[in-house]
């Protein structure tokens, strides 16, 4: 405190003022609410597993479409006009293509960056596919779309789905000779469709095909609605996940009702971020040094040619390769006709995915099972469900084999119809077979964790017996150990129970309970799985005398180590 002479008043220090982006931090907060919002949100912790970057790479690679692509949609022009090309490249000069084509041959050749942006993006496409996929088989094998996360898988369901229509409208875009044969795919499979096909052909192409309409309709779908779409979806996913959490792994200290993990800020954000600039580097090395649709290669799209080696991208091959190994076979009434080589399997591939979409729900109402699920399961302690994932792959990249069986003949030598047949039969016995070596599998190594628990780890030192017996020496578990290898569920099938009541009155069942107990039996009944090591049996080994001899050292803690 100081005295003013001239006033003989006292003159107190004043508070320094804040710097200008406190204030406006207080501004905002004042009307926002963030830091109240930040200071409960951004410490909130996440469980941490190394099969999580799957969902990462798919948000990553994402990003850097919707990056790519604001940079591509300013020099292509969505234009069927026709008109002589006098560029550039000279091979095309004097030939007449699409404005559409055309624009797509100056963003490779003339426009700066404009060939590592294309290849970039498309790249981007191909793992965007790729991730969502390996992505939600994770979240399948675990068993992470239980309660509460059904809503999640159906978000995550659709965004896949939507992503192969926006890879499909995306390609077909150059109107080169490859994209315009798969948009002669796709109205093939559109025509036949009864009654309404045809309708449904002149609505997309606006009269015959290919005409004029297809390129600028295919345009605003791929840049505006599908991204759009993809968008809000991802978006709801990931506020759905920061609500839920991932589900975690089994271990010590970890429960249904807590997490064990690292908080979101700093940790989980920095990792998050320089994971992107990983991400989105490598995309960039795969798009400089590798290169992808050279449209200059295939020519502008005539309908009266097709290219040889046609081929969709990979996450569009199953549906092309069930209808290469189809039969033709065709319906003729009334004066129409009726191409069931095309119909089938133009409808067989959107129910399969519907039946992958349909299945957390399916399982919550054979198991009857209400509760909250924030525990992932181990692929190996459900053999069914983990064959039942596989073979579906497998059946996926069977039909994968057959949407390029020309490719497979021309490299590796091989006849087109014997691929054909090969696709014809492996397409019902690959995934049965792949079926029953993974449940196989699986069994089998629920019987070593089984003997694992109950006897310890194989320590490969032998031991001789008084009685001249030799026995291999087992190291204990520890208590972490033998909670990840027993905490597992295994619920007893659902029952229909005996065929008449008490007062011998017979029981009214209904298809649907027989149908229910059906399916629970196959999932969780007698030869679905092996029964998992208990106390008591650990209890009996050691009491009997039979345990496989113990390390020196090691006989207290044995003692107070017992599965759960």
């Known amino acids: 405190m100081s005295t003013d002479i001239r006033s003989g008043t006292e003159d107190t220090e004043r508070p320094a003022e804040p710097a200008k982006g406190e204030r406006l931090a207080d501004w905002a907060d004042g009307r926002l609410g963030i830091y109240s919002i930040a200071r409960t949100q951004m410490r909130k912790i996440f469980p941490d597993h190394w099969s999580f970057m799957f969902g990462e790479i798919c948000l990553y690679s994402f990003l850097v479409l919707i990056l790519t692509g604001i940079y591509l949609t300013m ?22 293509m699409t404005r559409a084509y055309e624009s797509t041959i100056d963003i490779s050749f003339d426009v700066r960056g404009g060939l590592l942006i294309r290849q970039v993006h498309h790249w981007s496409a191909l793992v965007f596919c790729a991730g969502l996929l390996v992505h939600m088989m994770r979240v399948f094998f675990t068993g992470s779309y239980r309660k509460p996360r059904e809503l999640n898988w159906l978000f995550g369901w659709t965004i896949l789905f939507t992503a192969l229509i926006t890879g499909l409208t995306g390609y077909s875009l150059p109107d080169d000779l490859l994209s315009g044969t798969g948009i002669r795919f796709a109205d093939g499979a559109i025509l036949s469709i009864p009654v309404i096909g045809t309708y449904i052909s002149f609505f997309l192409f606006g009269g015959e095909f290919p005409g004029h309409d297809i390129i600028p309709r295919l345009y605003s779908a791929h840049v505006l609605l599908l991204p759009g779409l993809i968008l809000g979806l991802v978006v709801t ?8 959490k991932h589900t975690q792994f089994a271990g010590p200290g970890r429960s249904e009702k807590n997490v064990v993990g690292a908080p979101l800020m700093p940790v989980y954000t920095a990792k998050a971020g320089g994971f992107f600039f990983l991400v989105f580097g490598l995309l960039t090395i795969m798009g400089a040094v590798a290169t992808i649709n050279p449209v200059w290669a295939m020519g502008p799209y005539r309908p009266d040619l097709v290219s040889t080696g046609a081929q969709p991208d990979w996450y569009l091959g199953f549906s092309e390769g069930l209808i290469r190994v189809m039969p033709g076979w065709e319906i003729n009434a009334w004066g129409h006709t009726l191409a069931l080589g095309v119909l089938i399997p133009f409808t067989l591939f959107p129910l399969l995915l519907a039946a992958i979409g349909a299945y957390p729900f399916i399982e919550a109402w054979v198991t009857g099972d209400k509760r909250e699920h924030h525990i992932a399961d181990r692929p190996r302690n459900h053999p069914v469900r983990t064959g039942l994932g596989t073979a579906w792959l497998a059946m996926y990249f069977v039909c994968l084999i057959g949407g390029g069986n020309d490719l497979w003949a021309t490299h590796f030598h091989l006849s087109i119809n014997s691929i054909t047949w090969f696709v014809r039969i492996a397409f019902f016995a690959g995934p049965v077979l792949t079926f029953v070596v993974t449940k196989r599998i699986c069994q089998g190594l629920q019987l070593r964790d089984r003997e694992k628990a109950l006897h310890g780890r194989e320590s490969g030192i032998i031991k001789r017996l008084p009685h001249g017996e030799y026995v291999e020496v087992h190291e204990p578990l520890d208590q972490g150990q033998l909670y990840k290898l027993t905490h597992h569920e295994q619920p007893a099938p659902y029952e229909l129970g005996p065929e008449v009541d008490e007062n011998g009155v017979r029981r009214q069942v209904t298809r649907s309970q027989r149908l229910r107990a059906k399916l629970a039996k196959a999932l969780y009944g007698p030869g679905s799985h092996i029964p998992k090591a208990t106390a008591e049996e650990y209890r009996q080994i050691q009491n009997s005398g039979h345990g496989h001899g113990q390390l020196p050292g090691h006989e207290e803690q044995r003692q107070e180590q017992q599965p759960r």
């Open 237 to 244: 996913h990931l506020i759905l996940v920061f609500y839920h």
């Open 75 to 96: 020099f292509f022009e969505p234009s069927g006009v026709e008109v002589v090309y006098h560029g550039s490249y000279t091979p095309l000069s004097g030939v007449r």
